[in-house]
């Protein structure tokens, strides 16, 4: 069965720190890449994804990702944060199978916390 | 703008009752999705539908049940709540791309549910 790691639970950094958020996924087949985002009481919304093409994706924000076939992963990042980028990250796998058809596979989460 | 709306914010119940969280989307999406969300676990997949009367299990079915009577609506059930139950509930629909991908999926405000 597929899987999707994050490697931090937890960040803590200073505004106009850099943030790069870790992602690894376990299928080896074709997939697609989700990045979402929760900020505190609000409900889950998309920050990027990759489908095909150009592996380097810019969102919103001002967040970008990087899909990295041979190493599984689909870091993100940002340059500089902003106090209003603290929130919960999520990554999420969808694999082009049959087994794995109209499912995604989300990743534990990462807290980001941005201090003033 | 895609919108999601899940009945209830918040809902407590007592062990042993049946609970009803229903979910309806606006955008004529085929595929419907619930998700439970824990800290520490990320999202996991209960159950997904994609199409009127159709459903799959997702990666934690047990207790659960759902129903799709209507393209707008995604309703799921839970026979005999239990403690372990509590939890924060998603819904999500998405459609299908133009390549016959899976598009992005859009997310409710959750249903916060503890089950005393």
């Known amino acids: 069965a597929q899987s999707v790691s994050q490697h931090n639970h937890h960040v803590i950094l200073s505004e106009a720190a850099s943030l790069e958020l870790g992602c690894n996924y376990s299928?080896?087949?074709?997939?697609?890449l989700f990045w979402y985002v929760q900020y505190p009481g609000q409900h889950l919304q998309l920050l990027l994804k990759y489908f095909s093409g150009d592996p380097l994706v810019k969102g919103i924000k001002g967040f970008e990702a990087e899909f990295i076939k041979s190493k599984f992963s689909f870091n993100l990042r940002k340059p500089s944060v902003q106090w209003s980028d603290t929130a919960e990250y999520f990554c999420a796998v969808n694999a082009e199978t049959t087994d794995s058809w109209g499912k995604f596979q989300f990743g534990a989460g990462t807290q980001v916390v941005v201090t003033p | 703008d895609v919108k999601v709306t899940q009945s209830s914010r918040y809902l407590v119940k007592r062990t042993g009752e049946k609970v009803f969280l229903e979910c309806v989307q606006d955008m004529d999406h085929e595929n419907m999705f619930w998700y439970r969300q824990d800290p520490g676990l990320g999202l996991r997949l209960i159950y997904f539908s994609y199409d009127v009367k159709m459903k799959e299990k997702g990666d934690i079915p047990e207790g659960y049940s759902v129903s799709r009577e209507k393209k707008e609506r995604f309703s799921l059930i839970l026979e005999s709540a239990s403690t372990n139950q509590t939890s924060m509930y998603l819904c999500?629909?998405?459609?299908?791309?133009?390549?016959?991908?899976?598009?992005?999926?859009?997310f409710g405000p959750g249903t916060r549910l503890l089950v005393l």
């Open positions: 299928y080896g087949g074709t997939v697609n």
């Open positions: 999500a629909s998405s459609s299908w791309g133009l390549a016959g991908d899976q598009e992005t999926q859009y």
